[in-house]
């Protein structure tokens, strides 16, 4: 957890998922330069005379080192070569607010948790307290959703209390709310379970789903609420990403994310686009 601006935020998690190593990266230089003899990698010399075969390959993409790169990286700034090193990052607990960020980024590969999707939870939170008339059976529920960035559970209350506000003025001006708010086949169960807001939140909750029903209620969130995602970049991209994002002068979550994306980056690839010495 951390304090900033007086609220309590938390921190996301980040796991290396893959990596494509540096090899390939070193290989294309070599095709450059025609240089494949002048490498201290061993397999890399063989190229010189052999197209690489499957053994060939498993051990490009097991080189730890590289002069060559090294040279390119900090001499030359030859950054393009770097282009061929890839890795993918799960992300998990960064905001919405950090994903617009993250878009500011053009070469990325990047899938995202959709609302249009993930939504169903706290709309069918919100149905089975409309019926119960039980407004704290909403707050209640969605806090153990644990939704936000924000840990500070009174001001998690705020925000959802703002959450039942907007859908509920939604539903006093669409003409039949369930329609979009629940999938045909478990609109029985809200009778079913009349005035017992658990009870039709459990049978929703076990029903069909409404497909894309985020599509109606992308409105009722907030850059607040939490985001995971599967991120790729380029190594040369991912020198960029850090060089701005680990930035003081940065906007301090995505800061927080792209700290834990360099703590799990391997050194191979950090000391080919971050400069410690």
């Known amino acids: ?137 909403f707050i209640s529920k969605v806090l153990s959703f644990d939704m936000f960035v924000t840990s500070d ?17 939604q539903r006093k001006i669409v003409e039949d709310f369930y329609s979009i708010a629940v999938a045909k086949s478990s609109i029985s169960f809200i009778e079913q379970h009349k005035g017992d807001a658990e009870a039709i939140f459990k049978a929703l909750e076990n029903g069909k789903k409404k497909r894309n029903v985020g599509d109606a209620f992308k409105h009722i969130i907030s850059d607040n609420v939490k985001v995971d995602m599967v991120v790729t970049f380029n190594l040369r991209s991912l020198k960029n990403y850090f060089t701005l994002r680990d930035s003081g002068a940065a906007y301090f979550q995505i800061r927080w994310l792209a700290q834990e994306m360099m703590r799990v980056t391997p050194s191979k690839y950090l000391d080919l686009i971050i400069k410690t010495k």
């Open 1 to 137: 957890m951390e304090n900033v601006y007086g609220i309590e935020y938390s921190k996301p998690e980040v796991v290396l998922l893959q990596d494509t190593g540096i090899g390939v990266a070193e290989a294309a230089a070599r095709t450059c330069y025609d240089s494949f003899e002048n490498s201290e990698n061993e397999v890399i010399q063989q190229i010189q005379s052999h197209m690489p075969d499957s053994d060939m390959c498993n051990s490009i993409n097991s080189i730890e080192d590289s002069n060559l790169l090294d040279d390119l990286a900090w001499t030359y700034f030859h950054h393009s070569i770097l282009e061929h090193a890839n890795l993918s990052f799960l992300v998990r607990g960064t905001s919405r607010g950090v994903l617009q960020e993250h878009a500011r980024h053009r070469i990325q590969a990047i899938s995202v948790r959709s609302t249009r999707y993930t939504m169903s939870s706290v709309i069918n939170a919100f149905v089975a307290s409309k019926e119960a008339e039980d407004k704290e059976f």
């Open 153 to 169: 559970e009174d001001y998690n209350r705020i925000e959802i209390s703002a959450i039942y506000d907007k859908l509920d003025y």
